[in-house]
């Protein structure tokens, strides 16, 4: 058993090094933002597990197993605990933070059911998040004002210390508060908690229907279980449902890793919806 609370060394870090086609290299701006955009490129987001109730947890054991054996991707507080102990393990400093989805100031106030990573890297505060839907490609400033274009999505940073970090996506419509990070200390515990709430809460939405997104080049691509959507830098939102069948072509061209039960399986959980 690990000492560290994390159990960051379970982490099979060259198999996770190898799954994103990456070497190890000593702490740096570049290799920061190679790492970030590496592995939102391989992973994708999905609530898979969670609909097919046979999510092992967010242990380091079952994540490795999950990631770095299977290919397999996941949500926030798997894919935020996977990229934290591996910038751990290559020597950056680092801090977990959870965060609430969505603009309080039109919708109601979320629970504490997003995890980020904050990296310190000489002397700067940077913000990591590989686990929204809408990933970040590389990291952006934890800094008020702070603008970060992302291939052709334009990000900006609002807040401070105290009241926290919201961070801002512009869409079509205008800037779009994505969530909220504070500045909280994190335990394991907290990430055992918000797991369980987001995968068991009868009306969690990730109890309710199937979401998957992928980063691929020059786009952006989300399947749910009858849509799909598809996102370009500065090109209107390619919007439409999906087709008799087509699932299964998407699942596999988002590699998205699942065994044959697992994909019959899946297709009849979301028959019964």
């Known amino acids: 058993m690990s000492a560290d609370p994390w159990q960051i060394d ?7 090094l ?3 086609g990456l070497a190890a290299e000593p702490p740096s701006r570049a290799a920061l933002d190679a790492l970030h955009e590496a592995h939102v490129r391989t992973f994708t987001f999905d609530n898979i597990d969670v609909l097919l109730d046979q999510h092992r947890g967010v242990s380091m054991e079952a994540l490795n197993e ?3 054996g299977r290919g397999r991707g996941g949500y ?11 910038l751990e393990r290559l020597g950056y400093d680092v801090r977990r933070h959870l965060g609430r989805v969505g603009d309080p100031t039109t919708g109601p ?6 995890m980020t990573v904050e990296v310190v890297l000489d002397g700067e505060r940077l ?4 686990g929204f839907g809408m990933s970040l490609l590389h990291p952006v400033p934890l800094l008020d004002g702070a603008e970060s274009d992302q291939r052709g999505w334009p990000y900006r940073v609002r807040g401070d210390g105290v009241r926290g ?4 996506r512009l869409r079509e419509e205008g800037w779009e508060v994505t969530h909220t990070v504070d500045e909280l200390p ?3 515990v907290d990430v055992v908690m918000g797991h369980h709430y987001t995968s068991t809460f009868p009306t969690s939405h990730f109890r309710s229907g199937l979401m998957i997104t992928q980063h691929e080049e020059g786009r952006h691509v989300t399947v749910t279980g009858t849509t799909l959507t598809v996102r370009r830098p500065g090109e209107p939102t390619e919007h439409r449902d999906l087709a008799d069948g087509e699932l299964a072509g998407w699942l596999s061209a988002l590699a998205v890793g699942l065994a044959a039960d697992e994909e019959a399986r899946l297709v009849a959980r979301l028959a019964r919806n």
Not at 10 to 16: A, K
């Open 66 to 68: 999950k990631f770095v």
């Open 109 to 114: 106030v979320q629970g504490r059911t997003h």
């Open 186 to 188: 994190v335990l394991p």
């Open 10 to 16: 379970l982490l099979d870090l060259d198999g996770y």
């Open 18 to 20: 190898g799954r994103l």
């Open 76 to 86: 926030c507080f798997e894919h935020a605990s996977v990229f934290a102990a591996a």
């Open 127 to 130: 913000l990591c998040d590989p």
């Open 165 to 168: 970090w919201q961070l801002l």
